[in-house]
């Protein structure tokens, strides 16, 4: 059990840019969220996968956020024409299918700068 | 939609001292959890409770939920510089909607 991990661990890019992170969540773990923290507040819940099926997504996640988990392992999540507002910290989180109460673990989160 | 409240947002103490800090909300959860994220890093899972009035003890933290299930609370005893962070409550609604987090309290423990 290597944990979860997130790649990059930082991103700095450019407004009107796109970007896209990599998660690789627990290896038995088969369900993966998609989490965002800003500066001074709680993660905000944005998406989750069960295996390979996207079963929720947040009102936050606008149309220019688009999140795969193609094979059921690893997850991306990309924004398109990126904006200021859209710096904060991603963070992936997994569980192990129990019921909704599972605990999640977290990674280290991709910190995103928009310029 | 489901909100948690934390409170304090920040506290700064000496070590050695007892703390308590507290989340609260006017919905009722299945169960909450409690998570410890310290700068640059992922939120840890400390605790799960899920039974109103549930008392569980981690060596020197002790958590509680409300009977109603919809307030918890942490209380540190002795302080050590070791238990900075940031600490947030989650709380599952038993939906589908992932876990709803509190903005959470800033602790600081100074030597």
């Known amino acids: 059990d290597t944990g979860v991990s997130q790649d990059p661990r930082h991103k700095i890019t450019k407004r009107g840019q796109n970007v896209t992170f990599r998660c690789d969540p627990i290896?038995?773990?088969?369900?993966l969220y998609w989490y965002r923290q800003t500066l001074g507040q709680g993660p905000e819940f944005l998406t989750y996968f069960q295996n390979e099926a996207q079963l929720e997504k947040s009102r936050l996640l606008s149309d220019r956020f688009s999140a795969e988990r193609p094979k059921g392992s690893f997850s991306t999540l990309e924004i398109q024409r990126t904006e200021q507002g859209d710096s904060a910290m991603y963070l992936c989180?997994?569980?192990?299918?129990?019921?909704?109460?599972?605990?999640?673990?977290f990674g280290n989160g991709t910190r995103l700068t928009v310029t | 939609t489901q909100l948690l409240e934390q409170s304090p947002q920040f506290l700064s103490i000496q070590e050695g001292e007892n703390l308590t800090v507290y989340c609260n909300s006017s919905?009722?959860?299945?169960?909450l959890q409690w998570y410890r994220q310290e700068p640059g890093e992922g939120p840890v899972l400390l605790v799960t409770?899920?039974?109103?009035?549930e008392v569980k003890k981690l060596k020197r933290l002790t958590f509680q939920f409300g009977d109603a299930r919809k307030d918890s609370s942490l209380h540190i005893t002795a302080a050590q510089p070791g238990d900075t962070g940031l600490y947030l409550c989650a709380g599952s609604g038993g939906g589908a909607d992932g876990l709803t987090f509190g903005k959470g309290t800033h602790l600081i423990i100074q030597p």
């Open positions: 290896s038995e773990h088969n369900r």
């Open positions: 989180a997994s569980s192990l299918i129990s019921d909704f109460d599972s605990p999640l673990h």
């Open positions: 919905s009722v959860f299945s169960s």
């Open positions: 409770v899920v039974t109103g009035g």
